[in-house]
T-cell receptor
Framework: SAVISQKPSRDICQRGTSLTIQCQVD?????MFWYRQQPGQSLTLIAT?????????ESGFVIDKFPISRPNLTFSTLTVSNMSPEDSSIYLC?????????????FGEGSWLTVV | AQSVTQLGSHVSVSEGALVLLRCNYS??????LFWYVQYPNQGLQLLLK??????LVKGINGFEAEFKKSETSFHLTKPSAHMSDAAEYFC?????????????FGTGTRLTIIP
């Protein structure tokens, strides 16, 4: 199974600042996905990161607010820009595994951000 | 477009009783279906998945789910609830087979176990 590491695991951020979250996978994957889970809510897809191309954003999410990098097949970053308290959420990285475990989708442990 | 509906945002059962968490899906293609569990202050853990093989899927911690195409359902069950089952449960759907592993999640069901 794919092992996903996220950094930071938790952070408290000042309003107006930006924070970059890193996602590292132990195997090469074509697509990586970034989700947001606001307090007490379900998960919502922010964007899909494909190596070598610009990320694809879901409705309601824009590149200026959530810039994403995908420099290689095992790594991606998500930046939360100009943060406000409404950005306090868990941000999760996800990948699909098509080979070793018969099509499974895995998640990192999440990055728990609190904006004050 | 795919969607998932989880009936019951909160479910309470007594310890030792049957757990039934409901999930109905909508998909224009053969779906891949997943149940994830989130314990307090933790990330998501995969409980089980349906990927077009057996319709009755067994997962971890004694949970299982049955895919019923005629009812577009994928309900999660466990014969006997344990206190450690208290958590948030999410049903999710993906059209994995079409080159896209993104998930659409239901709104979640919080399971409380009564001693």
């Amino acid at each position: 199974s794919a092992v996903i590491s996220q950094k930071p695991s938790r952070d408290i951020c000042q309003r107006g600042t930006s924070l970059t979250i890193q996602c590292q996978v132990d195997s090469q994957v074509t697509m990586m996905f970034w989700y947001r889970q606001q307090p007490g809510q379900s998960l919502t897809l922010i964007a899909t990161a494909n190596q070598g191309s610009e990320a694809t954003y879901e409705s309601g999410f824009v590149i200026d607010k959530f810039p994403i990098s995908r420099p290689n097949l095992t790594f991606s970053t998500l930046t939360v820009s100009n943060m406000s308290p409404e950005d306090s959420s868990i941000y999760l990285c996800s990948v699909g595994d098509r080979v070793s475990s018969g099509n499974t989708i895995y998640f990192g442990e999440g990055s728990w951000l609190t904006v004050v | 477009a795919q969607s998932v509906t989880q009936l019951g945002s909160h479910v309470s059962v007594s310890e030792g009783a049957l757990v039934l968490l409901r999930c109905n899906y909508s998909s224009s293609v053969p779906p891949y279906l997943f149940w994830y569990v989130q314990y307090p202050n933790q990330g998501l853990q995969l409980l089980l998945k349906y990927t077009s093989a057996a319709t009755l899927v067994k997962g971890i911690n004694g949970f299982e789910a049955e895919f019923k195409k005629s009812e577009t359902s994928f309900h999660l069950t466990k014969p006997s609830a344990h206190m450690s089952d208290a958590a948030e449960y999410f049903c999710a759907v993906s059209d994995f087979d079409f080159g896209n592993e993104k998930l659409t999640f239901g709104t979640g069901t919080r399971l409380t176990i009564i001693p």
